[in-house]
């Protein structure tokens, strides 16, 4: 008796056509035959989920909730072939001292502002409490 093979569809969840775009960024590609796609695209899920779970890990080890490049940095220095490629691409942390604690920059002076526009912050601030005075001037103005 021959035992059935449970075949399960593997399926990315990353979408393949922007893979191929990425891939083909590349100029010493021209082409991307199907197979390669699916495999790239697998592998890099395999690999962003192992990064993942790195990070987090080291993160829990520090005791935060939240992963942060820091994080990211030390799963890869810590997993050699990681190290290898990513690490020079990852952007270097920043140091503390070097930050000031969330000060705003003072804004710019601002322009006028073209005939018939107003400001975006405008749109998004509650409309101001008129004097019903002013109302019914208004409605009288438009009923005339």
Do not use: W, Y
């Not at 593997?10 to 891939?23: A, C, E, N, T």
């Not at 495999?39 to 520090?62: D, H, M, N, P, Y």
């Not at 920043?94 to 107003?118: N, Y």
């Amino acid at each position: 008796m021959a035992e059935e093979e449970k075949s399960e569809t593997i399926l990315p969840k990353f979408p393949l056509g922007r893979v191929k775009k990425l891939m083909k960024l590349d100029r010493d590609i021209n082409k991307v035959n199907a197979e390669a796609l699916f495999l790239v695209t697998c592998s890099t899920e395999l690999f962003l989920r192992f990064i993942a779970e790195q990070s987090a890990e080291i993160a829990i080890q520090k005791k935060r909730r939240t992963v942060k490049l820091e994080h990211l940095r030390i799963a890869a220095k810590k997993h050699r072939p990681t190290r290898d490629f990513l690490l020079d691409s990852l952007p270097e942390p920043c140091q503390q001292s070097d930050r000031p604690d969330r000060i705003r920059p003072e804004p710019a002076a601002e322009k006028p502002l073209p005939a018939g526009t107003r400001r975006i912050d405008d749109f998004f601030r509650k409309p101001a409490k008129e004097k019903p005075s002013e109302i019914d001037e208004v409605n009288e103005v438009s009923n005339s």
